[in-house]
């Protein structure tokens, strides 16, 4: 069978598995760790694969035609990942991939509304059933191994918010709030006004009555509302997990707004996936089934544009493989609540979700994804010239996920 030669050629480094559902078995590569089992449930997987693998594996996975074994899927696409290295296009192929990649991306107003709502206003019950407690749906910090996610999520926001240097009087702009998470944390710590935007419906409906529990209405605003509509100054800009939405033909329009958004001594913190690798394209499954309009930007692609606009970094941080710990955890607290899902939903949406998370998690960690954060100003001087504002105990109250005193002390002598 012509697999079996390919699968040969390619499974060179770790073990792969066949099991066939008549009983038959085959393996491939080394025979040492990582082990992974493929169970195949029906033969025309291979064919279908073979004609896309970037879309078809996890078409495939959502038809039923296979199932990972012992290791679950996670160990299944580490084998495959790092056996089939990422092969970076050139020549004809790598134009027409770039000429194609604007019109994928075309997230003009009316289009960014109509995909934010094919993933985010899914029932809510998804995403409280799998996400931490205070709903955050983006990379956590995990500033020390062993917290949980629900304290990784709140460094997080603790981090950004040291960041920002927020003060007591200020307006606050968060561009993407999700379920009001940053906003509600900020308005807690500080006596801010913050304005929170998203294009879900859902999102702002739930986020408003968090902010309603937390009494907190008279301080924080969720609109349904872009980013391109939004009129006055504000003294801080926040961007969690939304830039990775705005498509690369906007942009120089996007870091135009957040300029204009600015007061002269405002700052800005842009927390968003990219890639360590040269600009791409979005995985086609990906595209259709999770996030369409999506894109992950190369830090290259990212810098040029706000080269351009003229608003200045004041500094750049890359978490790395937090953002695999995030998905891991996700991936655990939605097979907890898989038998839930496949009622209301389906068993092949319970195979897209589960895939998206895995080969999420699988990208951060064998193909090149990492999270920045970059924190912008107008003015060079508007924030501290070192990082230590971040650490040290002095001014702002230093949370427990910090274990920063060692660092004090080493500072001091």
């Known amino acids: 069978m012509w697999i079996e030669k390919k699968l040969a050629e390619k499974i060179r480094t770790g073990t792969l598995e066949l099991h066939f559902d008549d009983g038959k078995r085959r393996i491939y590569g080394d025979g040492r760790e990582p082990r992974a089992t493929m169970q195949v449930h029906r033969r025309r997987v291979f064919r279908r694969i073979a004609m896309d693998p970037e879309f078809m594996l996890g078409q495939t996975y959502m038809d039923g035609d296979w199932s990972p074994g012992e290791g679950g899927l996670i160990r299944l696409l580490e084998v495959l990942l790092i056996n089939n290295p990422p092969r970076y296009r050139s020549g004809l192929k790598k134009w027409l991939s770039l000429a194609w990649r604007p019109i994928q991306q075309w997230n003009r107003a009316h289009s960014a509304r109509r995909n934010a709502s094919s993933h985010y206003d899914l029932d809510d019950w998804l995403f409280q059933g799998f996400l931490d407690e205070d709903l955050n749906y983006s990379c956590a910090y995990f500033a020390t191994p062993d917290m949980t996610l629900e304290q990784a999520q709140q460094a997080k926001l603790n981090h950004i918010r040291r ?226 504002y971040l650490y040290s105990m002095q001014g702002a109250e230093r949370p427990a996920e910090y274990p920063s005193e060692q660092y004090v002390q080493r500072q001091a002598s």
Not at 172 to 190: E, F, K, Q, T, Y
Not at 216 to 235: H, K, P
Not at 288 to 301: D, V
Not at 343 to 368: D, H, I, P, Q, T
């Open 163 to 388: 960041k920002l240097l927020v003060r007591d009087g200020e307006r606050v702009l968060d561009i993407g709030c999700g379920w009001g998470s940053m906003a509600i944390n900020l308005a807690r710590n500080h006596d801010v006004e913050v304005v929170g935007l998203t294009l879900s419906e859902e999102q702002q409906e739930l986020a408003r009555e968090r902010v309603r529990q937390a009494g907190l209405e008279n301080r924080v605003d969720i609109r349904l509302q872009d980013y391109r509509d939004v009129t006055g100054r504000f003294n801080r800009v926040v961007s969690i997990g939304m830039f990775e939405h705005v498509g690369t033909p906007f942009y120089d329009q996007y870091f135009d707004r957040v300029y204009d958004l600015l007061t002269d001594d405002g700052v800005a913190l842009i927390h968003t996936i990219g890639r360590f690798t040269t600009p791409g394209v979005t995985n086609p499954w990906i595209r259709r089934y999770i996030f369409p309009g999506g894109y992950i930007p190369a830090t290259s692609e990212v810098m040029a544009a706000i080269e351009r606009v003229g608003i200045r970094v004041t500094d750049i941080e890359v978490l790395r493989l937090h953002y695999a710990k995030t998905l891991s955890s996700w991936q655990q607290r939605f097979q907890a609540m898989r038998e839930r899902v496949a009622a209301n939903k389906s068993e092949s949406f319970c195979r897209m979700w589960e895939f998206y998370l895995a080969v999420s998690e699988a990208a951060f960690r064998w193909r090149g994804m990492m999270v920045l954060q970059l924190q912008m100003a107008r003015q060079q001087d508007a924030v501290p010239l070192t990082r230590d």
